[in-house]
């Protein structure tokens, strides 16, 4: 019998809707920053949002200096650039500003900058997250310009190690931004292909969230809503990237999947982190090519829980209506329906021995070896669902 006992811990304030924005500078002020490392990519960077930012802070009396050594798969050589310009800026905290990698590195910045030992120290296994000097943490106002990975609420990142070609989550407390600015319309740019990406990257949270097998019953209420926003509105911001109350749903969507897996995630997570790892694929599309594997994988475990899901949704047929309807979104967004259309040849026994060693295999509705990963990247390369 599941045991009805858990921790729970919910996120930030939030500043969410279109032209909110305007108000990074007030956010930043309230949260105690007034001289931030402005953290994000060198893409954005070079986009008139983040000239806009630096001048929206610059107006409101915040003095911020830009940084945009942010790589798509953030590695340590990229945290320790941030560290240094934030100590020798002088800085006194942070606005990430970005997708989740720039948001992530922010985080990471903020929070490494004040302490000694070095950052894998911190990984999230156990209690390592007691080592760190909380009071050394600095504030973070986040600014995502996607929707999917949902780092703006979360306490953790991820990095990867460069020694062992993996992806690490790195979890504090503190690490949660003090202040969000979720202002879909800095979204409105965004790509159809980022859109796809970032958007099944939302749906990939709160699914995996949903089938965890831990109680949680506020975030499976969570999940399932922000599911149901991702099959109104994300297909809608695929095809017209102007369509602000589409991104702003899916902004939402992206939220609340961050906030739904403090429940747990699953094979969907441990299978793309070492493909992002070792072949620095975009991760929200990884996880969406290999969302009907896992699926299909786990349907023993958790049939009856989708049967519910797709009839809130609207779906019918059960579990094998709702497995067919994301491989029909994935096919009107673009998504590969192979891992080949990622990576054009993957070493399986490499992927399959570091998946279950991956912090998200954990939350996996059936427990996940090195020989369920294989046979899951094996159907991923065929293109066979079960």
């Known amino acids: 019998m599941t045991t009805l006992r858990a921790d729970w811990s919910y996120p930030t ?13 007030d956010a930043a002020r309230t949260a105690g920053i007034r001289r931030p490392l402005v953290v994000t990519d060198p893409g954005i960077a070079a986009l008139p949002m983040a000239r806009r930012v630096m001048d929206l802070l610059r107006a409101g009396g915040v003095e911020g200096v830009l940084f945009d050594g942010v790589r798509p798969n953030p ?4 945290l320790a650039d941030g560290i240094a310009a934030y100590r020798d800026g002088g800085h006194d905290g942070v606005v990430a500003l970005g997708g989740g990698s720039a948001l992530d590195v922010g985080k990471l910045i903020a929070f490494q900058q004040g302490q000694t030992r070095p950052v894998f120290d911190f990984e999230d296994v156990g209690d390592r997250w007691t080592r760190a000097d909380a009071a050394r943490i600095a504030p973070v106002v986040a600014v995502p310009t996607t929707a999917g990975t949902g780092s703006e609420v979360g306490r953790a990142a991820v990095l990867t190690d460069g020694a062992t070609r993996t ?16 202002d879909p319309e800095l979204t409105a740019g965004m790509p159809p292909k980022i859109t796809a990406g970032t ?6 949270h ?9 109680y949680h019953p506020m975030g499976d209420g969570i999940a399932v809503e922000g599911m149901r926003l991702v099959k109104g509105a994300l297909p809608r ?4 990237g102007a369509d602000i109350e589409a991104r702003a749903h899916v902004m939402s969507a992206a939220l609340m999947g961050a906030v739904a897996f403090q ?5 969907i997570h441990s299978l793309s982190h070492p493909i992002g790892a070792l072949y620095d694929t975009h991760h929200g599309l990884t996880n969406a090519v290999f ?5 299909a994988f786990n349907r023993g475990a958790v049939e009856g829980k989708i049967e519910r899901l797709a009839a809130w949704l609207g779906i019918e047929g059960g579990f094998k209506g709702f497995l067919g309807w994301v491989l029909a979104l994935r096919e009107e967004l673009g998504v590969p329906h192979r891992l080949g259309g990622l990576v054009e040849k993957v070493d399986t026994n490499a992927v399959a021995r570091m998946a279950p060693d991956d912090p998200t295999a954990g939350g996996n509705p059936v427990p996940l070896d090195a020989a369920g990963a294989g046979r899951i990247l094996e159907d991923a390369i065929e293109g066979r669902v079960g």
Do not use: T
């Open 13 to 25: 304030s939030i500043r969410f809707g279109a032209g909110r924005v305007a108000e990074v500078a």
């Open 75 to 78: 590695v340590e050589a990229n």
């Open 167 to 182: 992806k690490r989550v790195i979890f504090h407390p503190l690490m949660l931004p003090k202040a969000v600015i979720c």
């Open 199 to 204: 958007g099944m990257d939302a749906l990939a």
């Open 206 to 214: 709160c699914l995996e969230a949903y089938c965890a097998p831990a």
């Open 237 to 240: 911001a695929f095809r017209d």
């Open 263 to 267: 429940k747990g995630l699953g094979a």
């Open 291 to 295: 969302m009907p594997y896992v699926l």
